[in-house]
């Protein structure tokens, strides 16, 4: 009888070990780590961080967030694809990840990533030192007269702020320089200094210039007007054909599981939503756009195609 019961115990315990006594892994159950893959202080980061602040409000766990700049982002990218598929590691994934890798800056690109969410949109601006140009038109025309004069500073060779100096310069027949520099603020430092004659970032990244007065945005590259600066035109209502935007959504490494996805997706969704998040953007004047997986998926493809053929015309396509 004593030998039976021992039996049966051992039984109980592979049952409960092995079999049905197994219960699925609480998700999330431990800290979330969002890789931000540039540098802190920027929009990029101020999202990030606006984010996490109410994480374990809405997951039940903390949201950290940490910068790993470098490469032109690939760096804090590349070690987001080299974590595990759980859900633990994500990052704000950047517009560029759509083309870079026709370029060869990134050895990858959205395809390698589970994309879950859009979190935020921006759209470029044509931005001069105050008391240089008064209009766009002014500027083309200065442009026209003066081909190759022109020096536009953006933050980076075939990124998006470059790749909209391009396509303005495309829609208007100008001949510009193209100026890179090491991100927006180095960039509009040095239109500042007047090293150089204007730059197209965006709107929300010379605000505080342009409210003190010390630069002068002609026109936005948006669909619509800035709701920080309303009385500043767009391109298109300028007759000028270029709608240019920046985009910041929410991802992790290929492969997280489809239930983790939508746990993710309803948390952060939840974290946008709360009044310190929209009011912290809208202060900066960061657009606020929330886009499920599917339609921030056709955003990311619509992009890319738009943008194809001016990375084609300034020859940045690498050759196979």
């Known amino acids: 009888m004593k ?3 021992v039996i049966l115990v051992i039984l109980l315990i592979g049952f409960i070990v092995w079999g049905g006594g197994k219960t699925e892994e609480k998700f999330p159950s431990k800290t979330i780590k969002l890789i931000v893959p540039w540098a802190a202080g920027g929009g990029t980061d101020t999202i990030a961080r606006a984010l996490a ?7 039940g766990v903390q949201v950290i967030v940490e910068n790993k700049p470098g490469g032109s982002g690939a760096v804090g990218l590349g070690e987001v694809l080299q974590a595990p598929a759980d859900g ?3 990052a704000i994934l950047p517009v560029e990840l759509g083309f ?9 690109s ?3 990533f589970t994309m879950i969410m859009n979190l935020n949109t921006d759209p470029a601006a044509l931005t001069v030192k105050t008391g240089t140009f008064k209009s766009v038109q002014e500027f083309i025309a200065y442009g026209k007269a003066n081909p190759g004069k022109l020096k536009v500073g953006h933050s980076g060779t075939g990124l998006l702020w470059h790749l909209a100096a391009a396509t303005f310069a495309r829609e208007t ?8 520099f090491d991100g927006a603020a180095p960039a509009i430092a040095a239109l500042l200094g007047s090293q150089i004659d204007a730059v197209t970032v965006s709107g929300a ?25 309303p009385n500043i035109p767009t391109m298109k209502e300028l007759g000028i054909n270029v709608n240019i935007n920046t985009f910041r959504g929410l991802g992790g490494p290929a492969g997280i599981p ?6 993710l997706h309803d948390g952060f969704k939840k974290m946008m939503e709360e009044p310190e998040f929209v009011n912290t953007l809208n202060k900066m004047g960061l657009g606020i756009d929330y886009r499920n997986t599917e339609d921030y998926k056709k955003l990311a493809i619509d992009t890319a195609n738009a943008l194809a053929p001016v990375i084609e015309s300034l020859g940045l396509v690498r050759k196979k």
């Open 3 to 5: 030998r039976v019961f």
């Open 53 to 59: 602040r109410s994480g374990e409000k809405h997951l």
């Open 88 to 90: 633990y590691t994500l």
């Open 100 to 108: 870079l890798d026709k370029t060869g800056v990134y050895p990858f």
């Open 110 to 112: 959205f395809k390698n």
């Open 173 to 180: 027949g100008l001949e510009l320089v193209y100026v890179p």
């Open 205 to 229: 990244e010379v605000s505080a210039q342009v409210r003190s007065g010390d630069l002068t945005m002609l026109a936005c590259m948006g669909d619509k007007r800035l709701a920080i600066f």
């Open 258 to 263: 489809d239930d983790r996805v939508k746990i």
